[in-house]
């Protein structure tokens, strides 16, 4: 398991996450995500907004290198996930990695 695996676990153990690209999208543009992250295989219309978003909200977008299906079981849910934003990242230094 990668250490952005182990971190975002951790992050969705003790912070405050949101999945789901209409999430991700309504909080770039409100200005209260610290970190969106997308899949691999997020659908292109929706990985164009996000980045879009982010970056004229200054949010960093990382795109994760597994598919959805594979974001969906990191995260413990029992679908796929395309798109996800960190809130809070909680005792997780996910934010960190990003930023190198």
Same mark, same amino acid.
């Given at each position: 398991?990668?250490?952005?695996?182990?971190?975002?676990?951790?992050?969705?153990?003790?912070?405050?996450?949101?999945?789901?690209?209409?999430?991700?999208?309504?909080?770039?543009?409100?200005?209260?995500?610290?970190?969106?992250?997308?899949?691999?295989?997020?659908?292109?219309?929706? $990985?164009? =907004?996000?980045?879009?978003?982010?970056?004229?909200?200054?949010?960093? +977008?990382?795109?994760? @290198?597994? /598919? &959805?299906?594979? $974001?969906? =079981?990191?995260?413990?849910?029992?679908?796929?996930?395309?798109?996800? +934003?960190?809130?809070? @990242?909680? /005792? &997780?230094?996910? $934010?960190?990695?990003?930023?190198?």
């Amino acid at each position: 398991m990668s250490s952005i695996d182990h971190e975002l676990r951790l992050a969705l153990s003790t912070g405050k996450v949101q999945v789901g690209s209409k999430i991700t999208v309504r909080e770039l543009r409100r200005g209260r995500a610290k970190l969106a992250i997308v899949s691999s295989n997020c659908p292109l219309d929706a $990985l164009e =907004t996000i980045k879009n978003y982010g970056k004229l909200s200054e949010i960093p +977008v990382m795109e994760h @290198p597994k /598919d &959805s299906v594979d $974001l969906g =079981t990191l995260c413990g849910k029992p679908f796929p996930v395309s798109a996800m +934003v960190i809130n809070e @990242p909680g /005792d &997780s230094k996910i $934010l960190d990695l990003v930023k190198k």
